[in-house]
């Protein structure tokens, strides 16, 4: 992120600071912004499967996450939590293979949010599809605690949207999709449609967008 924005993001935090209502999301708008030292920033990939496309009327089904530092993937802080759901998952089990029975065992969505903002703590978010993630994040801390997440985060299928369109490539249809992304960076197909994998695959897309490659590394 530029200044400008991370001033604008900033302010923002400050103004919702005092009405949220939980102390995980307090510590979460009360984290000092990274300083722009790309190489010594922490990031967390973050990725949601949902009963559907709209924050206001669908619901969160499973949370999936992993850190990057310093270049590598931290497969150790990975986790991946099913939440439980208020109605049933409809016809969104195609996409995500999510039953009813299995949501049912989930966590409750306060616990999983708790622990998504202790990970993300200091930390810049790294989604694919930012603006469907964090519209789904910012409605459910604001239901639940009185505040949206008002955090920094990078968007890689922004980010491959922009590089297209500057070197004035075609855009077929699905092809800011994940897994077509990844292929354009030489990486390896994966299994769609599961948090915790499309969290690390996001990751890996990521590194390789900005490094050329990408590094799954063990915490020392």
Not at 21 to 36: C, E, F, Q, S, V
Not at 142 to 159: C, I, K, N
Request: charged letters at 25%.
């Amino acid at each position: 992120m530029d200044w400008p924005a991370l001033l604008w993001l900033g302010l923002k935090r400050r103004w919702w600071r005092g009405r949220a209502r939980h102390p995980a999301l307090r510590r979460a708008l009360t984290a000092p912004l990274p300083a722009g030292d790309a190489v010594n920033t922490r990031y967390v990939a973050v990725d949601l499967e949902t009963t559907g496309l709209s924050p206001e009327r669908d619901e969160i089904a499973s949370i999936g996450w992993v850190a990057i530092e310093q270049g590598c993937i931290l497969l150790e802080t990975a986790r991946h939590y099913r939440v439980r759901l208020e109605k049933d998952v409809g016809q969104s089990a195609i996409y995500h293979q999510l039953t009813d029975s299995e949501l049912q065992q989930g966590e409750p969505l306060p616990i999983v949010l708790a622990r998504l903002l202790e990970a993300i703590d200091g930390s810049v978010l790294i989604f694919h599809n930012a603006q469907l993630d964090m519209g789904f994040l910012n409605r459910a801390c604001r239901s639940l605690w009185g505040a949206p997440l008002p955090v920094p985060f990078e968007d890689t299928m922004q980010l491959e949207s922009r590089r297209l369109i500057r070197q004035q490539e075609g855009m077929p249809a699905g092809a800011l999709r994940l897994f077509q992304c990844r292929r354009r960076y030489g990486l390896p197909d994966v299994a769609a449609h599961d948090a915790l994998g499309d969290a690390i695959a996001t990751a890996e897309l990521w590194l390789a967008m900005n490094a050329g490659g990408y590094r799954e590394c063990s915490e020392q």
